[in-house]
């Protein structure tokens, strides 16, 4: 596998090494030992979750606060905008983001380590979305920065305007968020 950092520290994009034919192809979407080398830590993942969302649909950006989830998300079918939001008052980069596409073609993976907010945009028709967690899911610490927080200024690739749930849309802006 190949990994490569982001702008933001400890957010790292991992590419397969994919075994094409034409049978079709094959890839280890995830060996334990050989993550746990590319982040340089120990992880232990506990959940894993899917997804699926029809095109122009928002998820995000979702944190928890009492068990912050560390998150490794890649795409089955279709592609997104996925985005990280760096939360963690202690780093370099707080309040800065990235932003790559993940793709069921390109086989890409985001590593998005505890302690950033976490949302994505359905670019495709539909998309189906796998994550795995390092900590379980947490309704009374789950919370949520609302998608267009002037202050982190995403540049989402939206050509109309996203379909957000209601809890999303209710989401605070970042500065409520991490209290300055």
Known sequence: MSVSPTPVPGVLMIEPRIFEDSR???FESFNHAA???AIGAAVSFVQDNQSRSRAGVLRGLHYQVDKP???LVRVVQGAIWDV????RPESP???RWV???LTAEN???LWVPAGLAHGFLVLSESADVLYKTTDYYSPPGER???WNDPDLAIEWPLGHDPVVSAKDQQGMRFREAVGR
């Not at 990280?84 to 939360?87: E, G, L, P």
């Open 144 to 146: 949520c920065i609302v």
């Open 35 to 37: 993550f746990e080398q």
């Open 107 to 109: 086989r890409r993976q």
């Open 84 to 87: 990280a939001v760096d939360i």
């Open 24 to 26: 079709g192809f094959f």
């Open 93 to 95: 980069a707080f309040g």
């Open 69 to 71: 989830q560390g998150k």
């Open 99 to 101: 932003a790559v596409e």
